[in-house]
C-alpha cells in the first residue's frame, strides 16, 4: 500500500508517514508508480507500526461518563497498586533499619570487649619483665 493509505490505516497523515519511514520506524521499499518513484508499506509493516510507535488514542463517539468512569477505574487501580508498592517498600526499610541497629549494637559491644582487652595487654606491657619473673617466683 502506498503512504496515503497507511496513514490512513494510523490515523496519521501522510507526511507523518513518510517522516516515520526515514526514521525507519516504518519499512517501505521504493517501487514505480504513475507520478514517479513512491512508497510501498506492506500490510504487516503497518499493523506492526501500530504496535511499535505510540499513537495517541482517538476517542470518538464515546459516552463521557463511560470514559471517566473508565478512567477513574484505571487510576483508582493504579493508586492501589502503588499503595501496595510503597508498603512493601516501607517493610523492607523497616526491616533493613532493624538489621543495622542490631549490626551496630554487636559492633558495640565488639569494641567494648576489644578495648578491655587492649587495657589488659596495655597494663600487662607496663609491668618490666623482670617483676613479672620475680613475682611468679614468690607465688611459687
Known amino acids: 500500500m502506498d503512504a496515503k493509505e497507511a496513514a490512513k490505516r494510523l490515523g496519521v497523515s501522510r507526511n507523518t508517514v513518510l517522516r516515520w519511514i526515514r526514521e525507519g520506524k516504518i ?10 518513484e513512491q512508497y510501498d508499506i506492506p500490510e504487516e509493516e503497518v499493523e506492526a507500526a501500530k504496535e511499535r510507535v505510540n499513537l495517541p488514542v482517538i476517542v470518538q463517539n464515546m459516552d463521557i461518563t463511560k470514559f471517566k468512569e473508565a ?48 587495657k589488659e595487654i596495655q597494663e600487662e606491657l607496663k609491668t618490666p619483665w623482670w617483676e613479672k619473673i620475680f613475682k611468679k617466683r614468690k607465688e611459687e
Do not use: M, W
Open 27 to 36: 519499512f517501505a521499499t521504493v517501487k514505480n508508480g504513475p507520478y514517479g
Open 71 to 118: 478512567v477513574e477505574q484505571s487510576v483508582k487501580g493504579e493508586i492501589s497498586s502503588l499503595r501496595k508498592e510503597l508498603e512493601e517498600v516501607k517493610e523492607l526499610l523497616r526491616r533493613e533499619q532493624e538489621a543495622r541497629e542490631r549490626a551496630e549494637r554487636e559492633l558495640a559491644e565488639r569494641d567494648l570487649l576489644f578495648a578491655e582487652l587492649l
